[in-house]
């Protein structure tokens, strides 16, 4: 499990990470749940990574397509909010936590072998969108949880 995505590729957890990014930043209003919904998305995926030359051109390609505006920091955590790398004297890197500070996606982007992220995401890229879909049903009775303990709070 890496990044809340049930894999144990690196390569396929940052692949997924990216398409689950842009989907959960889209615009809702606009991009609405339909039946074909994912048939598109997949199509989007494999012809955004298709003309990438690196990760940034693929999320620049991907993005006006889901009709994402921008990403949000909520949905690009991965668990090491805040970890600063700090290279010693002998070459081995440390990390030290950075308080009240938001993930960008930069680390794990400048960490990953782009040219393999991409290949998933092309050559792929069924199993990347089922990664996605995989984590939203896990976190769809988390999220309607939360949100009736709002409603209830919220009446009270």
Known sequence: MIYSFDTDDDHEATAALLVYAVYRSRDVRRF??????????????????????????????????????????????????????????????????SANSREFLTGIIAASNETLVLRKLYRETTLIVLLVRQRLEVEKPIESKLQDETFVEESL
């Open 32 to 97: 609405k749940v339909s039946p074909d919904m994912w048939e598109r998305i997949e199509r989007f995926v494999k012809a955004s990574a298709k003309r990438a030359k690196n990760i940034a051109q693929f999320l620049e390609s991907l993005k006006p397509r889901l009709l994402c505006g921008t990403l949000h920091p909520k949905w690009m955590e991965t668990g090491i909010k805040g970890l600063l790398p700090i290279i010693d004297s002998e070459g081995h890197t440390n990390y030290i936590q």
